[in-house]
């Protein structure tokens, strides 16, 4: 799940990556190190995971943003960035990484440069979740978020943050953590479902859990026999489009949507060809390095 904050203005602050997939950690402090890690082949769920946890790929992805469109009489003359995405198989749980950088350009020519690093430790059962942000405007830190989540068998639980202020935030029922709806909605495509409505808590906001729709276009599922990156080898795929609504919203598609991403997702949680629309403006990411990467369980 790709990060969905963007530290420009208020409005960026509650829009922004993720990510696809992209947008997760080391334990509480995006500075431990995180262990090594694999990809993890598909076949029967272990003992405490979520089904559909064993087929997740570790890997790493670089991609290239480039400015789409932006919005008629806007602000946004130019914008140009990258971002770098990272899973590690931890056996119990993966750790993500994803760190975010983008060169925005105003019609007056002022240049605003921004940052994110966003990272987690996220079970494999589906019930537990550390996070850590930075965000940084021209340098200079413009926000922080750390602290952890856990969820009942119903989806309901509570947030507990540490950054920046102590406080606990009550998650609805049927909440999701970012792999855990990157699963289930990898698993709705598949099923040729075409909606996948839930409240997300990703840790990149102060207020818990935001609802979130997603809309499913399609499913493929002959995977390409010689792709561009062999992660991809005989991977289904399936393209879909996931809003994100704020907590002030009526929630689902009764309201416009904070920050949208349309993707392609593969069956082992691998993305690719993202759009990221902030409303203002919107960004095309394409995947331009893949790579596998090693784990030890």
Partial sequence: MFLRRLPSSPRFRRALLAGLALLAAVPVSAQAPAPQARPVAAGTPAAGQIPGAEAMAAHRAAYRL??????????VAQV???????VLDACDGWT???RLTLRIVNRDGQ???TASDYATFEGKDGRSLRFSMTQATQGAVSQRIQGEATL???GSGVARYTQPQAKE?????GTLLPMGHTIRAIDAARRSQRLLVAPLMDGTGEDGAQDSTTVISSWDGNGP??????????????RMRIAFFGQDSSGGGAAAPDYEVGLRYYA?????????????????GKLETLEATPTHC
Avoid at 66 to 75: F, H, I, P, Q, S
Avoid at 80 to 86: C, I, N, P, T
């Fill in 169 to 173: 935030v009550t998650l609805p029922p």
């Fill in 152 to 154: 009942q068998p119903d």
């Fill in 225 to 238: 026999a010689q792709p561009r990156f062999p992660l991809l080898a005989n991977e289904p795929s399936g």
């Fill in 268 to 284: 082992n949680g691998v993305a690719d060809e993202l759009k990221m629309d902030f409303g203002e403006f919107s960004l095309d």
């Fill in 111 to 113: 240049q605003i440069e």
């Fill in 80 to 86: 140009q960035g990258a971002m770098l995405f990272e």
């Fill in 66 to 75: 480039t400015l789409d469109k932006v919005r008629e009489n806007g602000d």
């Fill in 96 to 98: 993500t990484r994803q």
